[in-house]
Structure formats: C-alpha cells, structure tokens
C-alpha cells in the first residue's frame, strides 16, 4: 500500500467527521436518508449476526468469525472502534480468512458515500457504516458479523430487518449520558435491536438488566436463549463443557484468556446453533475457538520497544477494558495467572493507564485493590478527551492504589521499571482502546 493511498482515506475520514457538530447524535433517521441515496444496500445483506452489549461483543464477533471460517464459510465482520487503521473495522469475506478492505475499496467507498450524502448533516459513525453495509452488499459471503457501535435501539446498525440471530452479550453502566444511568434504561436500549421471530441469544446478565430484557423481547416478539437457562459453557478439567436443548460439547478452552472468554465463547455456539442456516461440526467449533483472534483484548505482548523500559523478563499484557465490569474481568484473569506462579517467583502486578474523561476511572480500578502493587497514569497521546494523568493517578488513589503520575509513555514505562525494584513484574496496559491502539502502532 502506498503512502499516497494511505493519504487518500485519510483526508476523506477527516473530512467526514466535519459533516456533523456532535460526534455521537443517536438517531436512525440520517442513516436511513443516506441508505435510500445509495439505493438501500441494508436490504441485499447476507445472514446477519447482529451483536449488542457493554463487554465482550469484539470477542464473540471474533469467535463467531473464526468458527464459521473453519467450517469453510466466506464471512463478513463490521467493528469498531479500530486499534491502528480505519481499514480494521471493514473485513471483507475471503478464504480461508477474511481481510480488512483494501485502502482502494474503501476510498472509492466513502467518496460514493459522500457525494450520495450532498452535504447534509451525518455522524462519522453514520456515514461510514453506509460504506460498510455498501462494501458488504457488493461482496458475496456466508454471513455478516454486525457490531452494534453504541446502544441498539437507535444505532446506526440497527437498519436490519430480519437478521438471523440477535445477541446481547453482558450489559453493565457504561456511556450513561446518551443511554441512561441505570442497567434497566441501558438494557432496554440495547434490546431495541430485537425483532419479531428472530432468536435472541442473551449473554449473562444482572438480573436488572435481563428483566429489562426479557420485557423488551416480549413485546417485540423475539425468542429468547438465555445464559444459564437455556444454555451453559463452563470450563472442566481444562476443557469448555457447552450444552443447550441440542446437546452437549466437549470443546477446547478459548485461545482468548480470562473466564469470562468461556461466557463469551457459550454466547457465540448458541448463537451459531440458532441461527439455523449455517452448521457447523463440532470440529470447526473447536477450531475456531482454538484460533480466534482479538488483538487488546488481554493480549500478551513479548517484543517491542516497550520491553527497553523494563526489567528483563517482565511479562506484558495489554487490555482496552474500560469500565467497571471490564476491570473486574480483568482483575480476575490476573489474578488467576498470579496463582500459577511458581513458588518464591510471584511476580508483583504494575498499572500503567490512560482512560478517556467519560469513563468512571475509580470504578474501573477498583477491581484491582489488593491485586496491583502500583498504578503509573498517563495522558493517552492524540486523544483529546483523554484524563489528565494526574487525575487518573487521583482516581487510582480514590480506588485504595498506590498511584503516581507520568509525563508520558516512555516515563512511565521507566518508572514501572523503577518499581519493580528487584522483581520480575506483571506489567498490564490497560483502561482504553485507544491507548491499545497507540501501544501497538509505536510498538509495532
């Protein structure tokens, strides 16, 4: 790819996020006029699997994605946000695996769907959504794996008349000023993707949040396949135990660490199991959880310049969680690795966080009172609602950590590096997809 292509998409992206004052402006009625100029491409879509939820959507996407592919399925998947390109968010169907789009493809793309929009008010969400649906209604595939950006109800995705399946995986407080401050009105709004007939697999839940749920399903007439009712995953004798109505499965654990993968990887069999069209063996079910992918999402890093930093040995780990109930997933993968240390090598567990200003920082942190011995905080580079560092070392500190803040990344590193003194650390970057994103682009 040439860096004149590269240029291209990005000035037209950067054009496009001036067609609208607000970045998020929940509303269909844009995407639908942009939809009807470009001559409805929601509607020449392939079987879609349409996933909303606060955690773990990326996750089941990507276990989604990986199973089809290894049952010889050509797959759609739409994203967001992305980690180091926009391309990420777009992949196109292809075998055996899918690909982001090519920066071609979708420069043609958003200039079509920018002249079709003439000018009138659209989110940046909005409008490149239309160039995904447009690139997926030109492609052929076996199916679309469609992520829900914010909420459900009035998300531009939510344009899907009859998917194959719905999905809401755990839903917890997080964007509360444009979804509601309780899991009740959060819920709800996640559940406006439900649709009359369509199976709707709903991932664990607090009971608030799935009464809110099972009401919304109900009056939109759409079955529901709920976690620990109608189906389990747990994990036994290091293996995945999956069961529903249909029967059971004796699977590999998740290639995606942490427990509540094994959740996520139950909420993506049932998924495939009630969508009918498309069946699998179990064998291409066992592979693809064996072999998904999602970058940041407690990803092991084990080279780069960041390692130059930090005692030698140090074990890295990066996660773009960032809300409460993230945290505590989190906190929890850590700490099961920490009782797998050896005897006398504990290694002791380091922060280092940057988080944006909308997100409950304290909240987020204290899942790891007990657990981490020390928190550096930076400003995440290039993201203008970034906290201060010293706000978030305040909020850390609020939380019962230990916390200091560093001028940047580099800083903090080094200071890490400082606290570990004479021990080999646990190091975990971690509180926003966006600094996951700067960490891997600089790190290579």
């Not at 649906?133 to 076996?142: G, H, I, K, V, Y």
């Not at 709920?226 to 994990?235: I, L, M, N, P, S």
């Not at 945290?327 to 993968?333: F, H, I, K, N, S």
């Not at 890490?416 to 970057?429: N, S």
Request: glycine share 10%.
């Amino acid at each position: 790819m040439s860096d004149d292509a590269l240029v291209q998409s990005d000035v037209i992206l950067q054009r496009l996020t001036k067609l609208h004052p607000k970045l998020i402006d929940l509303s269909l009625e844009r995407t639908w006029r942009l939809l009807g100029a470009l001559g409805h491409p929601e509607r020449r879509l392939p079987p879609v699997f349409h996933i909303a939820g606060t955690n773990g959507k990326g996750s089941v996407a990507a276990m989604l994605r990986a199973m089809l592919e290894a049952g010889d399925y050509a797959v759609h998947s739409y994203t967001s946000p992305h980690l180091v390109r926009f391309h990420e968010r777009i992949r196109l169907a292809g075998k055996p695996h899918s690909a982001p789009i090519e920066e071609r493809d979708l420069s043609r793309l958003l200039d079509e769907c920018e002249r079709a929009n003439a000018g009138e008010p659209i989110t940046f969400f909005e409008i490149t959504t239309g160039a995904a649906l447009l690139a997926f209604s030109r492609a052929p595939a076996d199916a679309l794996i469609l992520e829900v950006g914010m909420g459900g109800r009035l998300d531009t995705t939510n344009v899907v008349d009859k998917p194959a399946v719905s999905v809401i995986t755990p839903v917890d407080l997080d964007h509360q000023s444009f979804l509601g401050d309780t899991l009740t009105l959060i819920a709800t709004e996640k559940a406006g993707i439900l649709k009359r007939g369509v199976p709707a697999v709903i991932g664990p839940q607090p009971d608030e949040a799935l009464a809110a749920i099972e009401k919304a399903a109900a009056k939109a007439g759409a079955p529901l396949f709920v976690h620990g009712q109608d189906f389990t995953a747990h994990e036994e004798a290091g293996a995945l135990v999956y069961q529903d109505e249909a029967g059971l499965l004796d699977l590999p654990l998740p290639r995606l660490p942490g427990r509540h993968q094994i959740d996520n990887a139950g909420v993506a069999i049932c998924a495939l199991r009630q969508a009918g069209a498309l069946p699998l063996e179990r064998d291409a079910i066992a592979q693809g959880l064996a072999h998904a992918e999602w970058p940041a999402r407690l990803q092991r890093l084990t080279r780069g310049p960041i390692f130059q930093y930090l005692p030698e040995g140090t074990e890295v780990w990066l996660d773009g969680g960032h809300n409460p109930a993230a945290g505590r997933a989190v906190a929890e993968a850590l700490a099961d690795l920490a009782q797998h240390d050896a005897p006398g090598e504990a290694r002791p567990l380091l922060l280092l966080s940057g988080m944006l200003e909308t997100k409950d920082a304290g909240g987020f942190f204290a899942a790891f009172r007990g657990l981490a011995a020390h928190v550096e905080t930076i400003r995440i580079p290039d993201a203008d609602a970034s906290l201060s560092a010293e706000s978030l070392a305040a909020a850390a500190e609020g939380a019962g950590l230990s916390a200091s803040a560093a001028s940047s990344l580099n800083d903090a590193l080094a200071r890490l590096g400082v606290a570990a003194g004479r021990a080999t650390p646990r190091v975990l970057i971690c509180g926003s997809l966006y600094l996951a994103g700067h960490i891997l682009k600089d790190n290579g």
